[in-house]
């Protein structure tokens, strides 16, 4: 089944997370003469993640479900999408899905910063719909 839509970490973010990499790996530079090294390998792991964040789909949007894997190595989340039960934004950087699973609460926090608003906008979207079809 393909997806309806694939979200990804948006190129701000990913920017960032590589400009953090690359200052890490200039401090471990300067770190092997006062024997400060980790640093060097901490920032070359951080370009290794990086790179593989920025061809990899965040989220997957399905007729009936969504899968979710925010980190490279973090398992595969996915939520029917009636399992939805409230959609919170909390302050301006913050927007978090809450959904039951297994008869437990579960919430799913996405920032701003790190998807584009279209996206998140558009997800957002999708869930409050489901929700207004459910009540």
């Known amino acids: 089944m ?46 290794v993640v990086n790179f593989a964040q ?4 965040a989220i997957k949007i399905y007729d009936d479900h969504i899968e979710v894997k925010l980190g490279p190595i973090a398992p595969a989340k996915y939520i029917k999408l009636d399992q939805f039960t409230e959609v919170v934004k909390t302050g301006e950087r913050k927007v978090t ?4 699973e297994g008869g437990k609460d579960r919430k799913l926090k996405l920032h ?17 719909n489901k929700l ?3 009540a």
């Open 97 to 100: 899905f809450c959904y039951s």
């Open 54 to 57: 920025k061809k990899r789909d």
């Open 2 to 47: 393909e997806p309806i839509k694939v979200v990804r970490f948006s190129e701000k973010y990913i920017s960032k997370q590589l400009i953090l990499s690359g200052v890490i790996v200039l401090i471990g530079i300067v770190g092997l003469f006062i024997n400060a090294g980790h640093l060097l390998g901490l920032g070359i792991l951080l370009f």
């Open 112 to 128: 701003n910063s790190v998807f584009t608003k279209d996206d998140l906008s558009y997800l957002n979207e999708l869930i409050s």
């Open 132 to 134: 207004n079809k459910a």
